[in-house]
């Protein structure tokens, strides 16, 4: 729905505490967990997630929308002899709840054997539930959100006169529930909280042209967002960075990922290494476990269990342990990321990576990012990537990108319209350099990543 503030619902009176609702989650949970039993099936599984939010945004200082948000959906998974139903319901009544548990494993009867799904096995489930404090609840009203994207705003307009317009601001708050249970006895929830605030630019040429840019801080405790106006600013800095963009010419050169798209170029990694990838044979790293993908300096340790940070669970969305462990071990590959299903078709033990990965932290040479720059002498700084043009199979990459061009250490001129192509084996072993100075606002925490070469296309 979109309103003015003043009629939108106030968090601190119409939405009580998230974790208010949890102990009726898992009686929920239960509920489906004993009637599934009652049938006589052969294992169940069920997940239960409600959300609540608040998202105000904001164009020009003034306010746009308005939008709470408040949903959820029990989801449950029924094996019988090999094989497996699905069904879901909103209704948390008890009569809904079994008429679901019904209908899975009606499905149930119908679906083809499949010997490798079912529950995760009984003893990888997990043990010790740690605080993690990812739940930090704070009633903010639609007013408090507005004036936070508003300052955000106001900020970045009075950087410089070139700054002409904001394309927006937006301010959220939003907790969520989760629980899960099996029929191997294990019932467990958690509360988590996330914030964020975001601000866009737009600055102008003298010749007319336009360039955008945005910034944003996001944080599981309200506290711990960075004030408006540096979001403002920065997004106004990196906006009036982008003017005046040219072309270069087609070269090979060294390149720079920023630590924003840093994190991208990691995410091929995830790709080619999960466990669905690899029994499709779908992926460039197939039989790869054990050899040398990055330098020997480079290291990523996954770490689940860091207190408060964005990406910290418990266990996985089978209820599997997660565990700290390296995925790459002195530039080797450690592991793939297994969930059940995958660890029993490719022979291999899960891994606990249903639903995702746990805070990878990649390791640094000592260098801050105005390092990497000066090392990389003349090369491009990169910024801003656009298109899909990355082929899983082959680790063939080709994608538009903008950026800066660095010569001898100094930043000369942005750079847009031009096209970045490598494959992702040459690329990952040829990582000269990361930043220390990590951006640690998605799973993966790293600083910039400097590649030896990549092949650009120009002018």
Known sequence: MASHPSSAPSASETTPRIDSELSTLKDAVAVALEYAKQLGTTAAEVAISKQQGLSVSTREKEVETVEFNKDGALGITIYRDGRKGNSSTSDLSPEAIREAVRAADGIAKYTSEDPFSGLADAELMAQD????????????????LAQLAIRAETASLSVDSRIRNSDGASANAHTAAKVYGNSHGFLNGYCSSRYSLSCVVIGEESDGNMQRDYDYTVARKYQDLLSPESVGQQAANKTLSRLDARKIATAKMPVLFAPEIA???????IGAISGSSIYRKSSF???????????????????????????????????????SRRIIDNGQLATYLLTSYSARKLGMTNTGHAGGIYNWTLSHTNQTFDDLVKAMNTGLIVTEVMGQGVNGVTGDYSRGAAGFYVENGEVLYPVEEITIAGNLKEMFKGIQGIGKDRDLRSSVRTGGILLSEMKIAGN
Do not use: K
């Open 129 to 144: 539930i740690r605080d993690l404090q990812l739940y930090h609840p704070q009633d903010i009203d639609a007013d408090e």
């Open 285 to 323: 790293l197939l039989d790869a476990i054990g050899t040398q993908v990055f330098p020997e300096w480079f290291n990523i340790e996954e770490q689940p269990h860091l207190v408060g940070a964005l990406a910290s669970a418990n266990y996985d969305s089978e209820g599997v342990a997660t565990q």
């Open 263 to 269: 994190t991208g170029l990691m995410g091929h990694l």
